[in-house]
């Protein structure tokens, strides 16, 4: 993996926290493949690129740590832990992210998310 590779799936995963906190439709648009999937925590939801994309409305601000970056050719993991203020107190989850572009010419697309809740911050 070379240094631009990483620095490329940092920055779209935090560009993924504040376009999630601030329920940017076209930013979700361009990023989620057409058959996207997302396991929501608990594993109580999933949802499709559809489902995913009405969901959004404007939340807390989220701080997200990288964990790791995987990269195989044009296929990528990225996990990363990712928190935000509630008013029950700081929420934190981990999200496992796969990525795909059809070349490294070509821009990421976000395949599958998977979400499940870690414990206090």
Do not use: Y
């Amino acid at each position: 993996m070379t240094d631009s590779v990483a620095a490329s799936l940092t920055a779209i995963n935090f560009a993924i926290g504040n376009a999630e906190a601030t329920a940017d439709r076209g930013f979700f648009e361009r990023l989620l493949a057409p058959a996207f999937s997302m396991g929501r925590p608990h594993g109580v939801r999933f949802d499709d690129r559809a489902a995913f994309l009405d969901s959004l409305a404007v939340s807390p601000p989220r701080h997200t740590s990288i964990e790791s970056t995987t990269v195989f050719d044009d296929r990528a993991v990225v996990v990363c832990a990712v928190s935000k203020a509630d008013p029950a107190g700081t929420l934190r989850f981990r999200n496992i992210r796969v990525f795909t572009r059809a070349s490294s010419h070509c821009a990421w697309q976000l395949v599958s998310w998977v979400n499940e809740p870690l414990g206090g911050a």
